[in-house]
């Protein structure tokens, strides 16, 4: 099965950039779609991005526009360029994998990602 790992979140003020990174291991990648979510505290997690093995990426409304997923093949590794942050994208940030074969999905550890002056 495959691990995920996530790193890159922070402290950022308003209107800044972080980018987040999912290094994943154990498993082969190109089999794998990818997504990220995301859990701000006293609600439920929800869904922000997605990339396909073929690369087609789909974004929930809240970021579209201001987020950009992508994936490194050769890196094993998915990313999230967030810009023009908000404090309400405060979260924590966790890397999903859908294993396409099985349709079983994987989920790292998170990441806290706090927008904040």
């Known amino acids: 099965q495959v691990q995920l790992a996530e790193s890159g979140g922070g402290l950022v003020q308003p209107g800044g950039s972080l980018r987040l990174s999912c290094a994943a291991s154990?498993?082969?990648?190109?089999?794998?779609?990818f997504g990220w979510y995301r859990q701000a505290p006293g609600k439920q997690r929800e869904w922000v991005a997605t990339i396909s093995i073929g690369g087609s990426t789909n974004y929930a409304d809240s970021v579209t526009g201001r987020f950009t997923i992508s994936r490194d093949n050769a890196k094993n590794t998915v990313y999230l360029q967030m810009n023009s942050l908000k404090p309400e994208d405060t979260a924590v940030y966790y890397c999903n994998g859908l294993k396409v074969t099985t349709r079983r999905t994987y989920w790292g550890q998170g990441t806290q990602v706090t927008v904040s002056s």
């Open positions: 154990g498993s082969p990648f190109s089999i794998y779609d």
